[in-house]
């Protein structure tokens, strides 16, 4: 399967700025946007956090964020919003981590 970079930044699939992701969590990708980000380019970020509420799905870790997990992924791009707490959307049982960040002129890394 070809990378994040190659399916989605060229021609009309090209990514749209900001780069949303939005109640998705797929960790092995996390690397290849931010690889495929444009410099100056934003990312939008609304994930369900791991809070330990049992009877809230999904329950699975895999699709849950840990605390501080996003903010940590993006340490070294310019983060211009970031809280961890109750969704403003109705029927989101989760806590959710909000981030909106900016790809710097010198990030330190691609991953």
Same mark, same amino acid.
């Given at each position: 399967m070809p990378d994040? !970079?190659?399916?989605y930044r060229r021609g009309k699939h090209a990514p749209k700025e900001p780069t949303?992701?939005?109640q998705y969590l797929q960790r092995d990708l996390f690397s290849e946007i931010r690889a495929g980000v444009k410099t100056g &380019?934003?990312?939008?970020?609304a994930i369900h956090?791991? !809070? &330990?509420?049992?009877e809230a799905?999904?329950?699975n870790p895999s699709f849950l964020l840990e605390p501080g997990e996003l903010r940590e992924f993006f340490? !070294?791009?310019q983060i211009e919003h970031y809280? /961890? &707490?109750?969704?403003? /959307? /109705?029927g989101h049982r989760h806590d959710t981590?909000?981030?909106i960040c900016r790809k710097p002129v010198t990030a330190t890394s691609t991953n």
């Amino acid at each position: 399967m070809p990378d994040w !970079d190659q399916r989605y930044r060229r021609g009309k699939h090209a990514p749209k700025e900001p780069t949303p992701l939005l109640q998705y969590l797929q960790r092995d990708l996390f690397s290849e946007i931010r690889a495929g980000v444009k410099t100056g &380019g934003t990312v939008v970020a609304a994930i369900h956090l791991n !809070d &330990g509420k049992a009877e809230a799905r999904p329950s699975n870790p895999s699709f849950l964020l840990e605390p501080g997990e996003l903010r940590e992924f993006f340490r !070294d791009w310019q983060i211009e919003h970031y809280r /961890e &707490g109750a969704s403003e /959307e /109705e029927g989101h049982r989760h806590d959710t981590a909000f981030l909106i960040c900016r790809k710097p002129v010198t990030a330190t890394s691609t991953n």
